[in-house]
């Protein structure tokens, strides 16, 4: 049972332009949750969806980021014209259903953008 | 706000010396505590639900326990593999579903 998966592990981006990163959540997992961890921080929540609703955004940046989990294929946390703040490991994590459960999360996406 | 504190920062032990992690949390009305293990350039890897106060769960080297106010993970005779950043994190009994992590206390074990 392959664990969470996501792509690119590191990617690299010129500041203005789109980062793309994707997460395929656990087999029989249909709750994603992305965070992001900067240096020296705790991980810190940014959105969670289900399949095709985006339940929770409460910790996305109001400009320029947004998520979706499409009915078919991975979850995409979408950063457009990013800038030199946005450089972080951004982490996704799947859950098989809500309420304390546990969140296993994937290798994650090391975003540099220069 | 939810707020999860972790303390010491990081911490050095000698093989086999035993000690405690101390996770500090202040949230509204706690529905879940978790512990998590995150290795350099990894993905925090699951270890522990804590439920409710008195709680305590087990695995291998590792004990963690939890009061009302604070949960403790205790490492009895570590060894140097068990050097890793130590992860805990709450989720609030509001409906929300996401986990509030503290900054974690990076444990280093030597031979």
């Known amino acids: 049972n392959a664990g969470v998966m996501q792509n690119p592990r590191h990617l690299v981006r010129r500041r203005g332009q789109e980062a793309r990163l994707r997460c395929s959540p656990m087999?029989?997992?249909?709750?994603v949750y992305w965070y992001r961890q900067l240096p020296e921080e705790g991980l810190k929540f940014m959105v969670y969806?289900?399949?095709?609703?985006?339940?929770?955004e409460s910790g996305m940046p109001k400009e320029r980021f947004s998520a979706e989990f499409p009915k078919e294929g991975p979850s995409i946390l979408r950063i457009q014209q990013v800038v030199r703040g946005d450089s972080a490991a951004y982490f996704c994590?799947?859950?098989?259903?809500?309420?304390?459960?546990?969140?296993?999360f994937g290798q994650g996406t090391r975003l540099t953008v220069v | 706000e939810d707020q999860v504190t972790q303390s010491p920062e990081a911490l050095r032990l000698q093989e086999g010396e035993s000690s405690s992690l101390n996770c500090s949390y202040t949230?509204?009305?706690?529905?879940?505590l978790f512990w998590y293990r995150q290795d350099p350039g990894k993905g925090p890897e699951f270890l522990f639900t804590?439920?409710?106060a008195g709680e305590e769960k087990e695995k291998e080297r590792l004990k963690a326990t939890l009061t009302k106010k604070e949960s403790f993970l205790h490492i009895t005779a570590p060894k140097p593999e068990d050097s890793a950043t130590y992860l805990c994190?709450?989720?609030?009994?509001?409906?929300?579903?996401?986990?509030?992590f503290g900054k974690g206390t990076k444990l280093t074990v030597n031979p």
């Open positions: 804590l439920y409710s």
């Open positions: 949230v509204s009305g706690l529905r879940g």
């Open positions: 969806l289900q399949k095709e609703n985006i339940i929770d």
């Open positions: 087999k029989g997992h249909s709750h």
């Open positions: 994190a709450v989720q609030a009994g509001d409906g929300s579903e996401k986990l509030v």
């Open positions: 994590a799947s859950s098989p259903i809500t309420g304390g459960t546990e969140a296993f």
